[in-house]
């Protein structure tokens, strides 16, 4: 019982202590806010004499009105230097503004001008393309491209109707762009058929340069005379050794050696019916059933046989008729190899 009790007393005089102890500092904060108090509400007089024997003027103020009173003058000055270094600001970032917006505005017409000009060499290259395929035998049924409208305001900026129809102009283009693709490729496999096509048939020139020195046709023979029925044409550049091209692809059928007529001559045997002759040959480098590409060498320019100098005979025939070779020859650039 004698431990409760002394335990008991310990706690009475800590409890005490604590309340003594709020009961100060409550009261020193209390005693300091009442001195400031007194202070900010302790009235001085200001009195104000003139040189002149005048009335002489006094003001009773406090100091919380002097306080007060140096705390709204310095919040008027300070805002307004505040806005005079906030507009000084606000000018610059207007100036630069406006100097950005006048780039803009001369980017934007470089940008008018160079879609003007591509839609101008759309309409060109739609009106070239569509007559190419027309050609072809192709139709471009959904290939158009609508002209852009004139517009002298476009670059009013309050008008933005005038960007949105600008902006339709290229997205129009970008479209046709588009559908352009197909019959481009449609052109490029024509093309590929065709110069499949013409490989195969005797479409260009045997020789590279050159002239006709006698025609398809009746002429005079140059030993006699005579009128006679030539059977080709002849070809010469009046030099020995200048090469000879197959003029199509296909496979030799003959080569020969008449020393009263054609002298070395190299028959071919083509697709579709065609046979070609080449005689009065210096040299041949191709041999019996050989297969020839079209511009590959076959031969030498020379003055064998019946001949009166050197050049090339050169014959076309389709089955067993014989054609003017003329009619053929320079479809396409002879592409000797």
Avoid: C
């Avoid at 020195?213 to 005079?220: E, L």
């Avoid at 020995?240 to 009263?260: L, W």
């Amino acid at each position: 019982m004698a431990q409760i009790h002394y335990y008991k007393r310990l706690e009475n005089n800590l409890v005490r202590k604590v309340k003594a102890g709020f009961v100060w500092i409550v009261s020193k904060i209390g005693k300091f806010f009442v001195t400031i108090f007194k202070f900010l509400f302790r009235r001085y007089t200001i009195v104000l004499v003139p040189h002149s024997e005048k009335k002489i003027y006094n003001f009773h103020v406090s100091v919380i009105t002097i306080v007060l009173s140096f705390l709204i003058i310095f919040g008027i000055a300070g805002g307004f230097f505040w806005y005079s270094a906030f507009s000084g600001l606000r000018r610059g970032d207007i100036t630069e503004w406006s100097s950005e917006l006048r780039e803009t505005q001369v980017n934007l017409e470089q940008l008018r001008s160079e879609v003007s000009q591509l839609s101008r060499a759309a309409r060109g290259f739609e009106a070239v393309l569509s007559n190419t395929l027309l050609s072809l035998g192709s139709t471009p049924d959904t290939l158009t491209f609508a002209a852009p409208s004139d517009r002298s305001s476009f670059f009013n900026l309050s008008r933005g109707d005038d960007i949105e129809k600008e902006m339709d102009d290229i997205r129009h283009l970008a479209v046709y762009l588009s559908s352009a693709v197909e019959p481009v490729k449609e052109i490029g496999s024509i093309l590929d058929s065709q110069s499949a096509i013409l490989s195969e048939i005797p479409s260009i020139s045997p020789i590279r340069g050159g002239h006709i020195t006698a025609t398809f046709g009746m002429n005079r023979d140059p030993f006699t005379g005579a009128p006679h029925m030539h059977t080709g044409i002849d070809l010469s550049t009046y030099r020995s050794g200048d090469p000879i091209a197959a003029t199509a692809d296909g496979q030799v059928a003959y080569t020969g050696y008449e020393p009263s007529g054609f002298g070395n001559y190299i028959i071919i045997r083509h697709q579709h019916g065609f046979y070609t002759r080449y005689a009065h040959l210096l040299s041949m480098r191709v041999a019996m059933g050989q297969q020839v590409k079209q511009g590959e060498t076959i031969g030498y320019i020379g003055n064998t046989g019946r001949s009166t100098g050197p050049h090339l005979h050169y014959e076309v025939h389709i089955g067993s008729d014989v054609v003017n070779p003329l009619k053929y020859m320079n479809i396409r650039p002879n592409p000797v190899r």
